[in-house]
């Protein structure tokens, strides 16, 4: 099945040209269907970008899924593009009063910040409490994960001396739940961030669930017991080359003291071009969340948290 998208949001042509099935608004509004109704609230700077990462995973997914994209309403982006932001986005207020069946939160490059520090931490937390209310299912990634984790169970972050940057290999650890169905017992992920959440916090709170763990790079994978709340701390989402214009903007930025990305390019060479060795986890995971949230979410929108 399509995902429906915002007509002529920049993602269309570069999903359909990858053999993604993308229907405009107005041509899946002729089709009598209950679709998927999927929030992503983004907060990355590069927001069409990010935009085009998610679609493509969702995309991949049978069901139909319609996809509405937020941003904060006391927060105004600083890198994205003003045209872009009236066209295809909504602030979270305008939407507040509507149900979804499964939010999305994306990470933020703000991660070395406390939380309170945060110009829109205010209005974050306002809208983690709205989707306890409101959205069938939450899926929070990297910083939003962390920021999740923290609102919810005053979980806290740890700062690494320098960024974990890289292609990292996991473990699962657990077999019965929906989220990990098929996945292989080690995989690799991207990762890419300064902070971490650790093992002797999360075992303290009997709500959480560690799913996957990295031996270098700690906790990957978390979910809530009731399943609802899905907590990703790394980024299935990236493309092949999004840490390696990470680090040629950190290099940019910092000269030689940019960390080159652990097992990612060839031979450890950033010349050479590096290769997506996690699409197909990457498609499983999302695949596997679609699927979650279509099996828990009422038909009727309006008995989501009744």
């Not at 993604?20 to 107005?26: I, K, P, S, T």
């Not at 509405?68 to 986005?89: C, E, I, Q, V, W």
């Not at 939010?103 to 931490?121: C, D, H, K, Q, S």
């Not at 902070?195 to 763990?213: G, K």
């Amino acid at each position: 099945m399509p995902i429906r998208i915002p007509n002529d949001l920049p993602a269309a042509p570069i999903l359909r040209q990858e053999g993604l099935v993308v229907m405009r608004e107005d041509e899946a509004a002729r089709q009598d269907i209950r679709p998927l109704e999927i929030a992503i609230l983004n907060l990355m700077p590069e927001k069409a970008v990010t935009e085009t990462q998610i679609a493509r995973q969702l995309g991949r997914s049978p069901l139909q899924v319609n996809l509405s994209l937020l941003t904060t309403s006391t927060y105004k982006p600083r890198n994205a593009p003003d045209g872009h932001m009236a066209a295809f986005y909504k602030p979270w207020s305008d939407i507040a009063q509507r149900k979804f069946d499964g939010l999305i939160v994306t990470g933020a490059p703000i991660e070395r910040m406390a939380f309170e520090n945060v110009a829109y931490w205010p209005e974050l937390a306002a809208i983690f409490d709205w989707a306890g209310r409101h959205v069938s299912s939450v899926f929070a990634l990297c910083w939003g994960a962390q920021a999740l984790l923290y609102h919810r169970y005053g979980v806290p972050k740890y700062e690494f001396q320098e960024k974990l940057s890289g292609v990292y290999r996991h473990r699962r650890l657990a077999e019965r739940f929906p989220i990990i169905s098929g996945f292989d017992d080690e995989f690799p992920v991207p990762v890419s961030r300064w902070t971490e959440v650790r093992r002797a916090d999360i075992e303290r709170q009997e709500d959480l669930i560690i799913l996957a763990e990295g031996e270098d790079a700690g906790i990957c994978l978390l979910q809530d017991r009731p399943g609802r709340n899905f907590f990703m701390f790394n980024h299935f989402e990236y493309d092949a080359d999004t840490l390696a214009w990470e680090y040629d903007r950190d290099k940019e930025a910092n000269g030689q003291a940019a960390i080159l990305p652990h097992a990612y390019f060839p031979n450890d060479d950033p010349t050479q071009t590096p290769k997506n060795s996690w699409r197909s986890h990457a498609q499983l995971l999302y695949s596997n969340w679609i699927n979650a949230v279509y099996q828990m979410t009422p038909f009727d929108l309006s008995e989501i948290g009744e």
